[in-house]
């Protein structure tokens, strides 16, 4: 007799799945740092690559030598898949009342829903691993502290302080960052900071308005002045055991040079990775529930992001007062 695995035992709702899949919330940004990857096994080791691209090797061949020889890439910490399940529950009152309404499907309504309370566990693992100091050397972090905070207009260097995060990552990895993402607060600072307006305007990307006498900076217009492909803003917010509501990202920075998979297939060091199992998040076959006259949803996701190359990234800390 054939054994049944759990792999054969489920039952997935191909068109919930699809729905599942091609579900984004634009207030999670975590995947602008830890782009995903797809993997065949819920456990492993991080691919990382040293540094043997930037070595000078004595390429000269004499006839019948042996020729040298370079290892890419190695295996490091290993990763271990994280199973976050949840079931949506749509009473059939509620179904039956949506039904009337044009537009509303609510089958598709509960997954959206279930799926995004699961991605908000996913942005907080991935904002707690970019903005933890100790996931960092001494080199790569900095936590600003009295006048050198952004939000002193008159005395903070936000563009000194992103060119010495620049440059550090360059002069290890010889890349030069291209993402920057910063919590709610560090943008509403940066957005109306008088050296970044200034510095748009010598650039002739930005005019001052009549009506308020201020200039406000776009997110691109944010990238051009930092020198980064581009900057993001971590808007998710998370409610305590109290229901006190906290930004996810805080007031931190994170400046960092990451890849998508295949190019980091090329050998191309990257700060980080999500790890996700094959064909997931999926949708198991609902199930209708008699006692509680409702249909059931399972949505089920199994990921873990990791940082791959702390040396690729920066952290500023208590950027903002």
Do not use: C
């Amino acid at each position: 007799m054939t054994q049944m695995t759990t792999g054969a035992a489920r039952v997935v709702d191909p068109v919930l799945t699809t729905v599942a899949r091609g579900y984004r919330n634009d207030s999670y940004i975590g995947m602008a740092l830890f782009p995903p990857v797809s993997v065949g096994a819920r456990g492993g080791k991080i691919i990382t690559f040293d540094k043997s691209a930037w070595r000078q090797y004595n390429l000269v061949r004499s006839p019948g030598s042996n020729i040298r020889r370079v290892n890419v890439g190695y295996s490091g910490a290993p990763f271990a898949l994280t199973q976050h399940a949840l079931e949506g529950q749509l009473p059939i009152e509620i179904e039956e009342e949506a039904a009337v309404v044009p537009g509303v499907e609510m089958s598709s309504t509960t997954i959206l829903t279930t799926q995004d309370i699961i991605l908000l566990r996913l942005e907080i693992s991935q904002a707690t691993l970019a903005t933890t100091a100790a996931n960092y050397s001494a080199s790569n972090k900095v936590t600003l502290s009295g006048t050198s905070k952004w939000s002193d207009y008159a005395n903070s260097d936000p563009i000194g302080d992103v060119d010495v995060a620049i440059e550090t990552i360059r002069a290890v990895t010889g890349m030069r960052p291209n993402t920057m993402v910063v919590g709610p607060k560090v943008w509403k600072v940066l957005r109306r900071h008088p050296k970044l307006v200034n510095a748009a305007i010598l650039a002739g990307v930005v005019s001052i308005s009549g009506e308020t006498g201020q200039a406000k900076l776009t997110k691109q217009q944010m990238a051009d002045i930092f020198d980064v492909e581009s900057f993001h803003v971590g808007d998710a917010i998370a409610l305590d055991n109290s229901d006190t509501p906290s930004d996810v990202w805080g007031k931190s920075v994170v400046i960092a040079y990451t890849r998508t998979a295949s190019l980091a297939a090329r050998g191309t060091p990257s700060y980080g990775y999500t790890y996700r199992l094959k064909n997931y998040p999926l949708v198991d076959q609902p199930y209708y529930e008699k006692n509680t006259r409702s249909w059931i949803y399972p949505v089920i996701d199994e990921v873990t992001p990791v940082i791959s190359g702390a040396e690729a990234g920066y952290l500023i800390s208590e950027a903002v007062a």
